[in-house]
């Protein structure tokens, strides 16, 4: 077991803030002002049941993403506004950081993977941020490239999950489903099961939902956070890690700030298999007629494999909607 310090350090506004759910309140405002709310969708389960599906992958950029990166930007100071912004992502927070500054007229220098979905990268660079690649095949570290990019710029990092106010910001999508879910179903989410990368979904739900179960979903092999959850130490990726379609969700490690939200609140994670992902897919895409990339759909195959019950008033989110179109034709051309 290993308990890894994060590969690139949070600033001092970071390190000095923790995530609260009066936080989570004031990024839902945020947001309500922003955007239209996003669908709540009953979804029929097979084996039998209803879930209802908080569809994120219809957000401007595909993913909820956009939510912490608008509560997060909202907050810099008109100095760190000036000097810009620097995140890390293989595409949902990259889109969701570039919309963001370029509504408020700010700098944003995103660092990705050169094997990245391309249409991830040509989203981010519409979006008018510009994009740094770096070698994931080959083991080139992305911290140490962001962290060489914020000391020379002095750019402000937006963490996409270990950053308290993209916590909050995430966490406001579970504010909407939960007064969604009182009009159609008599009352809040009972659980709500979630994609899972490094934690700050799921982290922002726990602080959003206090009185529901929260879920958290990874691809196997990947399922740091499950682990980390299970032992009660902060566990790391194994460098031979199976390959996986769920881009989104290929973190290294949970954040010591997002650990502490689940652990505090009692989360236990679970894992999904590739099959199981790509029914997913199939599945919403057959009943629900929305395209979900693979690594949103991974609280919705834990759902479909039995490994979480519905019990009327659990929800899932989905999201994102970021997925090559090639790709997306070969999954769905085959049989549910």
């Not at 310090?5 to 600033?11: A, E, K, R, T």
């Not at 579970?174 to 982290?203: K, M, N, W, Y």
């Amino acid at each position: 077991m290993t308990n890894p310090s994060p590969d690139i350090g949070p600033s001092p506004s970071v390190e000095a803030r923790q995530p609260t759910r009066e936080g989570v309140l004031r990024a839902a405002d945020k947001i309500a002002q922003l955007l239209p709310q996003t669908p709540l969708l009953p979804l029929e389960l097979p084996n039998g049941g209803t879930v209802w599906c908080k569809v994120e992958s219809l957000q401007p950029v595909g993913a909820f993403k956009i939510r912490g990166a608008w509560h997060r930007l909202t907050d810099l100071t008109d100095e760190e506004r000036a000097s810009g912004v620097v995140a890390v992502s293989s595409g949902n927070h990259a889109q969701g950081v570039a919309w963001a500054a370029r509504k408020l007229g700010i700098a944003a220098t995103i660092v990705m993977p050169n094997d990245a979905p391309q249409v991830k990268l040509a989203a981010t660079r519409e979006h008018g941020a510009q994009v740094v690649l770096y070698d994931r095949p080959g083991g080139e570290d992305r911290d140490t490239v962001a962290a060489n990019l914020v000391a020379q710029t002095g750019a402000t990092l937006v963490h996409a999950y270990g950053d308290p106010w993209v916590i909050e910001g995430q966490g406001s999508a579970g504010i909407e489903l939960a007064a969604q879910l009182e009009c159609f179903a008599d009352g809040g989410p009972t659980r709500v099961v979630t994609p899972c990368g490094g934690g700050g979904l799921a982290s922002g739900l726990a602080l959003a939902l206090p009185d529901a179960e929260i879920v958290p979903v990874e691809p196997e092999g990947w399922d740091d956070v499950a682990r980390s959850l299970a032992t009660g130490v902060i566990q790391r990726v194994p460098r031979d890690a199976p390959k996986t379609a769920c881009d989104a969700l290929q973190t290294p490690a949970t954040f010591p700030i997002n650990f502490a939200v689940m652990s505090a609140r009692g989360l236990k994670g679970l894992g999904v298999s590739e099959e199981e992902v790509r029914a997913a897919q199939r599945y919403a895409f057959s009943k629900l007629r929305l395209v979900i990339e693979p690594g949103g759909a991974a609280g919705l195959a834990a759902l479909l494999a039995g490994k979480v019950p519905a019990d009327g008033r659990t929800a899932v989110i989905l999201s994102g909607g970021n997925v090559d179109p090639a790709a997306f034709a070969h999954v769905i051309a085959q049989p549910l």
